[in-house]
């Protein structure tokens, strides 16, 4: 899909709206004067260019079309020049600074600059925006540069398939692994399935990749975000896809996408550090946003306006969730509790405390009555969600929990582990259902519509999915970033069996007992997309054919 253009009548709009925090660090003020490498450009580095950048140039609900991520970027600016050399006060960059319309004021949604970081700017513009002298170590973009030269490590997949003896050369007959030069891969932070079960949401740092659940094939890449993404969800009703994350210490970023024609729908600012979590509420009218900030804020979907925010917390607020009839939330928190609190007022309904280190998770059972809880202390606490009594404590994990998700039905929970796995619980009682051997920190996890698939997403920036009810291992999700519409992607089940983009074979190789062997004949063996899809309704598959 081609990317949107907008008119240049609200070009410039666009770049004054979406401009990034660009200081709140201030260089030390000496006698000497400011120049772009000494004082100016690590500010840039460190808080504008994640989204002013040459790479978001045509992505303008990013960058406004601006690029700061160069010298000679900041002096051209967008379709006007920002900064105008000797003259601070006529400069646009910094007009926008000091403008008491909070509607155009930069920083956007955050309070204003302190008044010495600007003076830092307008210092450096006043005495004519010099160069300076250009570290010997310094890039000419921002971020980790990728060149041919990079050191790319192995991506290791290994599989239980193992061709008959001869098929593949004299050696011994070995189960198959495939080596890619593609990592390291950006880890999996947050995974959703649409209601319909037809789409499967998969975020990484900078993008999220929306497979096609039946054809196990990416539909859309997602490039358009700040910073990482640590959450997803699909609104109740499927048409949007909400995509939180942001920027640490600067910019909290929410954003809602079509999921018709994946253009964006909505951008939603207010937070002034990373989004953590998100929650829609049944009804799909309202969204809970959780913040480091230590806030929670409420946005009316339809309007994309706050319409109540929590703050009751003292530190960190890591993750949200709706009760089932809209009334109220769950929250946790750094500060060691969850608080539980009425959407319509923000006012505090229960502390549920007790807990000695930082809470990371929290659901709330489909019929509203339990909240379950756990984090850093990783057990699974179960509370009567009208007393805020702690009805059971369930071990397991071992080591901090990330998530922690209901079934539809409300039978089954799932909870996400730094010791590698996921574990399935009873959702009426907490009893321990079966563990799934990941063998990478989990951070992420979703149960299926329907209540048969387990999604894991983990440190190692795979995506795993389970049979919930066996625990079966039946697939692996890897997708790349894109260097143009589509990165290369790989669904990969167990028995061998793959589904790839046509670059992929081209990024490694199969191997057998450590060393390379006969791809072509693998690949025509083991390329089969109708098995794949069959494994992912859980289908039984049977050992490939490869052939004599």
Request: charged share 20%.
């Amino acid at each position: 899909m081609p990317r949107r253009r907008l008119p240049d009548s609200t070009f410039y709009s666009v770049f004054l709206s979406s401009l990034c925090l660009c200081v709140s660090v201030v260089p030390s003020l000496t006698a000497a004067e400011p120049t772009y490498w000494q004082d100016v450009r690590p500010l840039l580095r460190k808080h504008c260019t994640v989204c002013h950048r040459d790479k978001h140039l045509n992505e303008p609900e990013v960058s406004g079309g601006l690029a700061l991520d160069t010298l000679e970027a900041v002096r051209t600016g967008a379709k006007t020049p920002v900064i105008a050399a000797g003259k601070s006060g006529d400069s646009e960059l910094v007009k926008r600074l000091l403008t008491n319309d909070e509607k155009k004021r930069m920083p956007q949604d955050a309070p204003p600059l302190p008044p010495e970081s600007i003076a830092v700017i307008r210092r450096w513009i006043d005495s004519g925006a010099k160069e300076g002298t250009k570290p010997d170590d310094a890039s000419t973009t921002a971020g980790p540069v990728v060149t041919s030269s990079t050191r790319k490590l192995d991506v290791i997949l290994p599989t239980n398939a193992v061709p008959p003896a001869g098929v593949l050369g004299p050696g011994a007959p070995a189960k198959l692994e495939l080596v890619l030069k593609a990592g390291p891969l950006a880890s999996v932070a947050a995974v959703a399935f649409s209601p319909d079960g037809k789409l499967l949401a998969v975020g990484y740092y900078g993008r999220v990749t929306v497979w096609d659940t039946a054809t196990v094939q990416p539909v859309k890449t997602l490039t358009n975000v700040l910073g990482a993404v640590n959450a997803l969800r699909f609104s109740p009703d499927g048409k949007l896809l909400a995509v939180a994350g942001g920027q640490p210490s600067a910019k909290g970023d929410l954003r809602l996408y079509s999921v018709e024609d994946w253009k964006l729908a909505g951008t939603l600012g207010g937070h002034t550090d990373v989004i953590s979590s998100i929650a829609f509420s049944l009804d799909g009218k309202l969204l809970a946003s959780a913040s480091f900030d230590k806030t929670v804020h409420i946005w009316d979907v339809a309007t994309h306006k706050p319409v109540q925010s929590f703050t009751g917390h003292s530190d960190f607020v890591y993750s949200v969730a709706f009760s089932p009839d809209g009334q109220w939330l769950a929250s946790a928190s750094k500060d060691r509790t969850v608080r539980l609190f009425e959407t319509a007022t923000g006012k505090s309904r229960l502390t549920l405390s007790g807990m000695e280190q930082e809470v990371l998770a929290v659901a709330i059972s489909p019929d509203g009555k339990q909240v379950v809880s756990s984090g850093q202390e990783s057990q699974l606490s179960w509370w009567n969600a009208q007393t805020g009594e702690r009805t059971r404590r369930q071990g397991g994990h071992g080591i901090a929990v990330h998530e922690i998700w209901f079934s539809k039905d409300g039978q089954l929970v799932a909870s996400a582990g730094a010791d590698r796995t996921v574990r399935l619980w009873r959702g009426d009682n907490g009893t321990p259902v079966r563990t799934l051997a990941v063998g990478s920190v989990v951070y992420t996890t979703a149960i299926s519509p329907n209540g048969k698939l387990i999604a894991a997403g983990s440190f190692d920036g795979l995506l795993r999915l389970f049979d919930a009810a066996s625990g079966r291992h039946l697939l692996t999700l890897l997708s790349l970033p894109p260097t143009g519409e589509q990165g290369d992607w790989l669904a990969l089940t167990p028995e061998g069996y793959t589904v790839n983009s046509e670059g992929l074979p081209g990024l490694g190789q199969w191997r057998m007992m450590g060393k390379e062997t006969a791809a072509e004949k693998v690949w025509k063996a083991l390329r089969q997309p109708e098995a794949v899809s069959k494994a992912w309704q859980g289908g039984t598959l049977p050992v490939p054919d490869f052939g004599k």
